[in-house]
């Protein structure tokens, strides 16, 4: 195979939204004949062009099986947890091309203290920190600064691990929590000036030293209208962000992207897969809050209808290193706007096992991702989740995307149904 050849068989990990939008979008790019999908969901089990296997994606074994039996050209890990259980390297050391960086480049989210450490070697903008790696430390770090600063559980904790206190005592408090073993086995974290300012999120697809970068997203985290009440994973995501224009954009990649590659690259990391920077735009310019090591969600819902033919050849070149002959990524210059319906309770307890109707037809400028859904064995879909379904639109201006996807949303029933009106509200005029 050349380098700008296309995979032909292509194997996507995960069982999300994401991973859903990764396979339709996969499935449609030049020279893909098949997409094969572990664990998969409701969603990819009906989406053409695309097999779904019953494969956790934390069983590295079975996947690499698949990889032989099918020759997979490659593979695509959706979500954080096995990339940072080393599924990249364990693929890799057996000859397969991944997209996703191995457990070394993961660690840019699974520790918040190495990408902490990162950011400050390689100059890149972001609050100032303090680390601890045991109760004491930290609360004395806290009494020392005496202001509410924002608690960071070091790893992987599922988007639950940040409280952005409004008070010493609930910084306290988190901290409390953090060392109670909320998080898991040995407790460590990060405490963080707080900083202001809109949210953005700019995804990189690296092969370890080059770069593509795709239209900035901005995702809304809280699960009230008007940006309210507990932390979600997402309700609803909008992109190009017109918070981070063209010149933004390579500011970015001036000053994060391209730093946090060398960086990496210094540290002996090949790193080929998303640097996914979420960024806030202070007073005085952008400040990284977090680094993820894969697409957002549901970010990735919203951008992959806007990606060309060549989205899947570009992925294996990023994964073989090779971006420099890789052919360029075109990018529709639409507007996407994506909702989340999500089932009753989220982010709590939330209802399962209700039966989701709907009418709305997949096509180019609409689709309906599954996130959290299952079929029985008649086929019927049922919620399986906190975040349900994606519905996802195109259009040339924000206020017809929107339109279009809370019009789709009107077609789709479940039990509890549950969607922010409101998405997209800094860009909507009504
Ligand atoms: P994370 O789980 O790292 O995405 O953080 C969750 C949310 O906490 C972010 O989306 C921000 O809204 C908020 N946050 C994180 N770090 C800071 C900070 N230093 N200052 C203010 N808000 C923050
Ligand atoms: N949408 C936020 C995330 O994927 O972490």
Known sequence: MTATAAPQHVLVVGGGGRENALAWALARSAGVQQVWVAPGNGGTAELEGCIQLAISEGDQEALLKTCREQRIDLVVVGPEAPLAAGL???????GFAVFGPGADGAQLEASKQWAKALMVEAGIPTAGYWKANSREEALSALEAQGKPLVVK??????????????????????????FAGRFGGDASLVL??????????VFALSDGVRMVLLPPAQDHKRIGEGDVGPNTGGMGAYAPAPLLDQAGLEEVKRLVLEPTLAALQARGISYRG???AGLMLTETGPSVIEFNCRFGDPECETLMPLMGPEFAAVLLACATGQLATAPSLTIAQQCSACVIAAAQGYPGEIRKGDPITSQVENGTDLQLFHAGTRRDDAGVCHTNGGRVLAMVAQAGDFDAAFAKAYAGLEQVHFEGITYRRDIGHQVRSN
């Open 88 to 94: 990249a390297d364990r693929l890799r050391d057996a």
């Open 153 to 178: 559980a070091d790893g992987l904790a599922a988007g639950k691990g940040v409280t952005v206190a409004e008070s010493v005592d609930e910084a306290r408090a988190a901290i409390e929590e953090i």
């Open 192 to 201: 963080e000036e707080r900083t202001h300012g809109p949210e953005v999120s």
């Open 274 to 276: 998303v640097i996914y």
